[in-house]
């Protein structure tokens, strides 16, 4: 059985930091623990074949990547 990963992300907003960097830094945390990335993939079913696919295909696309900034600073 899967373990659920359960994160609370608290943060107190005090008059020395102000609402919009407590927000900046609720929106850091949340890009750190993953939140935004969980929903994004929890938000629409894909068939494992199809993900491994998507996954080739981005692999592939950065060894193309990675190999032209390669060329571009071979020649200097």
Same mark, same amino acid.
């Given at each position: 059985?899967?373990?659920? @990963? =359960?994160?609370?992300? $608290?943060?107190?907003?005090?008059?020395? +930091?102000?609402?919009?960097?407590? +927000?900046?830094?609720?929106? #850091? +945390?949340?890009?750190? $623990?993953?939140?935004? #990335?969980?929903?994004?993939? !929890?938000?629409? $079913?894909?068939?494992?074949?199809?993900?491994?696919?998507?996954? +080739?295909?981005?692999?592939?696309?950065?060894? =193309? @990547?990675?190999?032209?900034?390669? !060329? !571009?600073?071979?020649?200097?």
């Amino acid at each position: 059985m899967a373990k659920d @990963k =359960n994160y609370s992300i $608290f943060i107190s907003i005090d008059d020395k +930091l102000g609402a919009e960097r407590s +927000l900046r830094k609720f929106k #850091r +945390l949340c890009e750190a $623990f993953g939140v935004v #990335r969980e929903y994004r993939k !929890r938000k629409e $079913f894909k068939k494992p074949s199809i993900r491994r696919i998507e996954k +080739l295909e981005a692999a592939e696309k950065r060894r =193309n @990547k990675s190999a032209s900034k390669m !060329r !571009r600073t071979s020649k200097i």
